[in-house]
């Protein structure tokens, strides 16, 4: 059974470039969240997509957008790179319900913004 | 507004020398705490949920602890292979209908041997 899968493992930018990062769920999942992850901290919830929409989102600016696809898979869209937006970018997937089950998260897609 | 602290930053250990991790939380009504372990360069790997407190979960060498304002992440005779980050997370209650998780900035372990 295939866990979480991300794509591409690693990406490098310019300022102002527009990415797509893919993310494909654990088997029997239905629900897909993103994070955002810098250099030394904690992940930061950027939003969450179940039934192909977006159902909550974090303090992220409207640059990042996203999409869940008919099999659960989803993609996290950056627009106007900054360098601030280097990061590790994590997908995590679960069950809708219950609310309070585990999230499994995938390996990851390391951004790097020149 | 909910938040999590974990503590401390790091922590080196020797081999066989026991130890405690520390996750104070504030939520407004817990639904949920995680316990990840993460590699560097890598996603998080889910180790532990505890949802109420007096909860205990063991794995292994390791056993988490629930109170109302905290999580403990017991290890117990360490080995090299258990240094990693381990990072701490909640879920709020009034988190609507989504489970987004809440994390710390992680406790680094390094364990030698």
């Known amino acids: 059974d295939a866990g979480v899968t991300q794509s591409p493992t690693h990406l490098i930018k310019t300022r102002g470039q527009q990415v797509t990062l893919r993310c494909s769920p654990k088997?029997?999942?239905?629900?897909v969240s993103w994070y955002q992850q810098a250099l030394g901290q904690g992940p930061q919830f950027i939003f969450q997509?179940?039934?192909?929409?977006?159902?909550q989102r974090g303090n992220f600016p409207d640059r990042f957008s996203g999409h869940q696809f008919p099999n659960y898979s989803s993609e996290l869209n950056v627009n106007a790179l900054l360098l601030g937006d280097s990061a590790l970018y994590l997908c995590?997937?679960?069950?809708?319900?219950?609310?309070?089950?585990?999230?499994?998260f995938g390996p990851g897609t390391r951004l790097t913004v020149l | 507004e909910d938040q999590v602290t974990q503590s401390p930053e790091a922590l080196r250990l020797q081999e066989g020398e026991s130890s405690s991790l520390n996750c104070s939380y504030t939520v407004s009504g817990l639904r949920g705490l995680f316990w990840y372990r993460q590699d560097p360069g890598k996603g998080p790997e889910f180790l532990f949920t505890l949802y109420s407190a007096g909860e205990e979960k063991e794995k292994e060498r390791l056993k988490a602890t629930l109170t109302k304002k905290e999580s403990f992440l017991h290890i117990t005779a360490p080995k090299p292979e258990d240094s990693a980050t381990y990072l701490c997370?909640?879920?709020?209650?009034?988190?609507?209908?989504?489970?987004?998780?809440?994390f710390g900035t992680g406790t680094l372990l390094a364990v030698q041997p």
């Open positions: 088997s029997g999942h239905d629900t």
């Open positions: 995590a997937s679960s069950t809708r319900l219950p609310a309070n089950n585990e999230q499994f």
């Open positions: 997370a909640v879920q709020s209650n009034y988190g609507g209908a989504t489970n987004k998780l809440i």
């Open positions: 997509y179940y039934e192909e929409e977006e159902r």
